[in-house]
């Protein structure tokens, strides 16, 4: 079964900072999709960023982007020039390339912008 | 169109009572997921249904069923509530196997006493 592992329970950093959120997990599959959620104190998860596997180059999306080690399993999430609308838990997550979609989360990191 | 809706957003149980939480999606999605939220334990998956009609355990099933009679909708039920099912949950659901993005409900946060 894939675990993922969050290592980071908090993080704080000053507005305008950029901030790296650590994500390990395992697996024995070649092919599958990995994620970061935001999770802002509404409750609602909000997808920041996806990669595939199978893709060499990193992904981003404005200000965040990821560094995918596929050989050392780790998926870190970089966020730029930080903003108080990015304090949120965050969840690293995997999904297998084969069946049903399923998503399995990461412990989450709470992080917090300050002023 | 709505995404996904959950209800209801809060209850509180007492030891031993039954519920059935309901989640309806009118993205015409074929597979819809329950997840419960627990602190420093990030989602859990607890049954999934990749079709009208059938359900699957995922990884903490125990205390719970489910039922998909309809596509658009998933229900989670608890027959006989324990405080250990105090937890946040989520439903979810994706297109079909060639998407990835997964839609979440706003979420329900259940307290049993």
């Known amino acids: 079964a894939q675990t993922v592992t969050q290592s980071q329970p908090e993080m704080s950093v000053q507005e305008a900072e950029t901030v790296t959120l650590s994500c390990t997990y395992d697996t024995s599959e070649n092919n599958y999709y990995l994620f970061w959620y935001k999770q802002p104190p509404s409750r609602q998860m909000i997808l920041v960023i996806r990669q595939e596997a199978y893709k060499q180059q990193n992904a981003t999306e404005n200000r965040f982007s990821v560094n995918f080690q596929k050989a050392a399993k780790s998926f870190s999430l970089k966020i730029s020039d930080s903003q108080l609308g990015d304090t949120a838990m965050y969840f690293c997550?995997?999904?297998?390339?084969?069946?049903?979609?399923?998503?399995?989360f990461g412990q989450g990191t709470r992080l917090t912008i300050n002023p | 169109n709505a995404g996904v809706t959950q209800t209801p957003k809060f209850r509180v149980l007492k030891t031993g009572q039954s519920m059935t939480l309901l989640c309806a999606q009118d993205?015409?999605?074929?597979?819809m997921y329950w997840y419960r939220q627990d602190p420093g334990m990030g989602l859990r998956l607890i049954h999934y249904s990749v079709g009208e009609g059938t359900t699957a355990k995922g990884e903490v099933p125990d205390g719970y069923n489910v039922s998909r009679l309809k596509k658009q909708n998933f229900l989670l039920g608890l027959e006989s509530a324990a405080p250990s099912q105090t937890s946040v949950y989520f439903c979810?659901?994706?297109?079909?196997?060639?998407?990835?993005?997964?839609?979440f409900g706003q979420g329900t946060r259940l307290t049993v006493v």
């Open positions: 979810a659901s994706t297109l079909d196997s060639l998407n990835t993005e997964a839609f």
């Open positions: 997550a995997f999904m297998s390339s084969q069946g049903a979609q399923k998503l399995v």
């Open positions: 993205m015409n999605h074929e597979y």
